[in-house]
């Protein structure tokens, strides 16, 4: 069993406990404080304003997100670079179950977009206010509820059939030019 510590417990340390304080009570836990890498987990309610507050921070930049499933829904961990601090804070916001849904920060931080279209494609996470929502890495005609970056997708039982190929009217079957 994996103990996290309190931020009390952790001392905060450099420009990255710098970054934390500035935070505030938005801080829920700390995870991890190194002088140039830390992650902590946020109140999911203030993702938007914390977000808001990174983006004001000099240096900052949104390096990209991912996702996790964890037992109590997805994790979306946010990762922000500091240049020319070469430190990386992450963020870490639940989105619980059942609804897996966390607010998009999409309208804040313009390169947020596609990364949570990207992790509603893949593991089944809803941005609320997304400004838009439809599928960027999966097919069309990949079925609905289906994410297979989930634990329980089987890539054998849950992987859909590959939608028909068209065959060109120019390339006869045995791959020579037709005509």
Sequence with gaps: MTVVQTETEIPLEGF???VFKQLGDAVLEVHQCEARRGIVRIDPRR????????????????????????????DVLYHWAF??????????VLARRPELEVDSIA???????WIEREMHDLLGANFRSHPDMRRLILDDSWPEGVYPLRKDFDQV?????????QSSPDVATDGREGK
């Design 16 to 18: 990255v406990g710098e």
């Design 157 to 165: 039982e849950d992987r859909p059939p590959l939608p028909p190929t």
């Design 83 to 92: 240049e020319p601090a070469g430190a990386v804070v992450t963020l870490k």
């Design 47 to 74: 993702t938007v304003e914390v977000a808001k507050k990174m983006m004001a921070m000099q240096g900052s930049r949104l390096a990209t997100a991912t996702g996790i499933e964890v037992r109590d829904g997805i």
């Design 107 to 113: 309208d804040v931080v313009f390169a947020g977009n």
